[in-house]
């Protein structure tokens, strides 16, 4: 497949065209924002980290889960070929523990383990600040199809099974993650966009140690050394 003009750049990737119309190419930077691009700067090598954790994860969730994806070929260290897909404008968090966002607007601690995953919806949309939606919000302004959005649920909870128990596997508690769904041209829902410490929250599990991008937004230092840490445990590498 030859790599054609850019489609698209976001805040961590940019997207090709490829001289296949059902595929498309995506690379990943090292830019690194949070606050809803407010705080900007650079993690060196987490695109790499990044594009590798992702495939593997996607991989493993199609064989094991039976969760379809994206993923076609991973190209180079940086770069994979994906189907091209209409992205659904939903960002689709589940919570095993409770941190972050949900910690503010619930007055729940940060580290309280919750009784049942939660799972929560944003708009996609920069410009309102990807703000909280519901199912029957979600189902009025046609951001995705009653149908569309069982599925979405579905493999939600299905990768948040599998993945809890891969990491519990390298002694990490997947505290909270964000992943995204598309539609294929012949109208498959599918997991797109990424898995990695820029979406999911990992914590070790012995020493609470966070090894994701809340190194980043919150100054811990050594953030380059916890992406190494998280592709060393996930990738062996
Ligand atoms: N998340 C993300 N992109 C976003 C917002 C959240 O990948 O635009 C991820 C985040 O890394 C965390 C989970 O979704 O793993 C829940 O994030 P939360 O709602 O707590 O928001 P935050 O505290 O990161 O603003």
């Known amino acids: 497949m030859i790599k054609c003009e850019q489609m698209y750049e976001g805040k961590a990737k940019k997207v090709f065209a490829t001289d296949d119309e059902n595929y498309c190419i995506v690379s990943y930077k090292d830019n690194a924002?949070?606050?809803?691009?407010?705080k900007k700067g650079t993690i060196v090598g987490k695109g790499v980290v990044n594009n590798k954790m992702t495939n593997y994860l996607m991989r493993k969730l199609t064989a094991e889960a039976d969760v379809p994806t994206h993923f076609v070929e991973e190209l180079s260290d940086r770069e994979t070929l994906v189907k091209r897909v209409k992205i659904?404008?939903?960002?689709?968090?589940?919570?095993?523990?409770?941190?972050?966002?949900?910690?503010?607007?619930?007055g729940v601690p940060e580290g309280t383990e919750l009784k049942c995953p939660t799972l929560e919806y944003c708009l996609k949309d920069d410009h309102l600040g990807d703000p909280m939606i519901n199912d029957s919000q979600i189902i009025a302004i046609g951001?995705?199809?009653p149908e569309d959005l069982d599925t979405i649920a579905d493999y939600a909870y299905r990768v948040n099974d599998y993945l809890k128990d891969f990491f519990a596997g390298v002694n990490i508690d997947l505290v909270d993650f964000k992943i995204e769904f598309g539609k294929t041209a012949d109208g498959q829902i599918v997991l797109a966009d990424e898995i990695s410490p820029d979406t999911c929250r990992f914590w070790d599990k012995t020493t609470h140690e966070k090894l994701d991008k809340?190194?980043?937004?919150?100054?811990?230092?050594?953030v380059e050394e916890a992406y190494g840490e998280m592709m060393r445990r996930v990738l062996g590498e």
């Open 33 to 38: 924002t949070a606050f809803n691009g407010v």
């Open 88 to 106: 659904v404008p939903l960002e689709v968090i589940i919570r095993n523990i409770a941190a972050g966002s949900f910690s503010k607007r619930f």
């Open 143 to 145: 951001a995705a199809t």
């Open 214 to 222: 809340d190194r980043f937004r919150r100054d811990l230092g050594n």
